[in-house]
């Protein structure tokens, strides 16, 4: 029997019993013609097999890795390789963090029609609730901190996903990719429909501390990020862009293409200096087609000294260094604007003085699968 609906799941690095909680919801659906789409999306070793084995317990549910460690957060990617995948008529659009009570699929197959999406009330859960949902998943009379509407937990037609080219694959970590992907479906003539029944409740989860945003983490962060991608949601709709994503949207890297990266053609080494990075970001990397090219930038130890200090508080012409910070800022806002859709590797090291991004120009961007 083919399934009417399937549930996409993108993934990165995230605690896995909130997924296994997530997916114990599912298996108390009253109707059970459905399969789930679960997207690692470059998740570590210890993340990916742990969640690979706990996605492999639920028979409706099929794991997919997709992508590597080296690339930034993508969710629109991976729920467009999702979608490309599904061959059910609607599919929804889940989230590890939700929960869903025993009648919203049957309910979701009652609202989908072809002309339409939908979107759901969810309740959000306090830490304690959460636990206790853990320990025992009881969602009849459950107490909620708050009720709100969600943006990217909605059931969608197939086609009218497809029709504009899915989820805009230039927004990265987190911000604005569910308003605009609403935003395109209504300017491709589908309706919107708003449900009022609260079948979803949200797992809670610690905030990531807004401080961290400023300082640099090994994990890569991009400074002001949300307005960024709330700036280029806007631009989208200003421009009455229907769909912005080249022909091969959907299409991802795969593991095997970091391999790629490991023995670069061209290393550039340099300093955090001002000058040096503007320009190689901005003229010599255009100087290596063809080629593996990875760009090394070290802390100088000029930059932290006593010297440098009052040579820059005295106003006294000196080179001008970057912080650190600085660097993966502008490393980062190039892969969002030029290389997003290229195989390349980012890391920053541990003691955070050491940043390295390997691109490959020989092959062909927007991955393979």
């Known amino acids: 029997m083919t399934n009417n609906i399937q549930l996409l799941y993108a993934y990165r690095n995230r605690d896995i019993s909130r997924v296994r909680l997530s997916l114990e919801s599912l298996r108390l659906q009253t109707y059970e013609n459905f399969e789930v789409i679960f997207v690692d999306y470059g998740s570590q070793d210890n993340y990916s097999k742990a969640v690979e084995i706990i996605v492999n317990e639920f028979e409706f549910a099929k794991y997919w890795y997709v992508g590597h460690p080296g690339l930034l957060w993508n969710k629109s990617k991976a729920l467009n390789f999702g979608i490309k995948k599904a061959h059910s008529e609607f599919i929804i659009i889940a989230d590890v963090d939700v929960l869903f009570t025993e009648h919203f699929l049957e309910?979701?197959?009652?609202?989908?029609?072809?002309?339409?999406?939908?979107?759901?009330?969810?309740?959000?859960?306090?830490?304690?609730?959460?636990?206790?949902?853990?320990?025992?998943?009881?969602?009849?009379?459950?107490?909620?901190?708050?009720?709100?509407?969600?943006?990217?937990?909605?059931?969608?037609?197939?086609?009218?996903?497809?029709?504009?080219?899915?989820?805009?694959?230039?927004?990265?970590?987190?911000?604005?990719?569910?308003?605009?992907?609403?935003s395109r479906?209504?300017?491709?003539?589908?309706?919107?429909?708003?449900?009022?029944?609260?079948?979803?409740?949200?797992?809670?989860?610690?905030?990531?501390?807004?401080?961290?945003?400023?300082?640099?983490?090994?994990?890569?962060?991009?400074?002001?990020?949300?307005?960024?991608?709330?700036?280029?949601?806007?631009?989208?709709?200003?421009?009455?862009?229907?769909?912005?994503?080249?022909?091969?949207?959907?299409?991802?890297?795969?593991?095997?293409?970091?391999?790629?990266?490991?023995?670069?053609?061209?290393?550039?080494?340099?300093?955090?200096?001002?000058?040096?990075?503007?320009?190689?970001f901005g003229e010599d990397l255009k100087k290596h087609p063809k080629k593996v090219v990875q760009v090394i930038i070290s802390e100088a130890a000029y930059y932290n000294t006593l010297k440098y200090k009052i040579k820059q508080s005295l106003g006294k012409q000196t080179q001008l260094y970057m912080s650190m910070?600085?660097?993966?800022?502008?490393?980062?806002?190039?892969?969002?604007?030029?290389?997003?859709?290229?195989?390349?590797?980012?890391?920053?090291?541990?003691?955070?003085?050491?940043?390295?991004?390997?691109?490959d120009f020989k092959t062909a961007t927007h991955g393979k699968i």
């Open 185 to 280: 479906i209504l300017m491709s003539g589908t309706l919107r429909n708003n449900c009022d029944d609260l079948l979803l409740y949200h797992q809670w989860h610690e905030r990531y501390p807004q401080k961290r945003k400023e300082s640099l983490q090994i994990q890569p962060r991009l400074t002001n990020v949300l307005r960024l991608n709330q700036r280029h949601f806007l631009w989208n709709e200003s421009q009455q862009m229907l769909h912005p994503n080249p022909k091969t949207w959907g299409n991802c890297f795969t593991k095997s293409d970091l391999k790629t990266l490991e023995q670069p053609d061209v290393v550039i080494q340099l300093d955090n200096i001002l000058a040096h990075l503007e320009h190689c």
């Open 107 to 182: 309910t979701a197959v009652k609202l989908s029609q072809s002309n339409s999406f939908s979107l759901f009330k969810i309740g959000y859960l306090s830490k304690e609730v959460t636990e206790q949902q853990q320990q025992h998943l009881n969602l009849n009379h459950i107490q909620t901190t708050h009720i709100g509407d969600t943006f990217g937990i909605g059931l969608f037609p197939k086609f009218a996903l497809e029709a504009i080219g899915g989820l805009d694959e230039f927004f990265h970590f987190y911000g604005s990719e569910d308003e605009d992907l609403n």
């Open 325 to 359: 910070k600085a660097v993966n800022d502008l490393i980062l806002k190039n892969i969002l604007f030029q290389y997003r859709d290229r195989n390349y590797n980012y890391s920053i090291s541990d003691d955070l003085k050491q940043i390295r991004f390997t691109i």
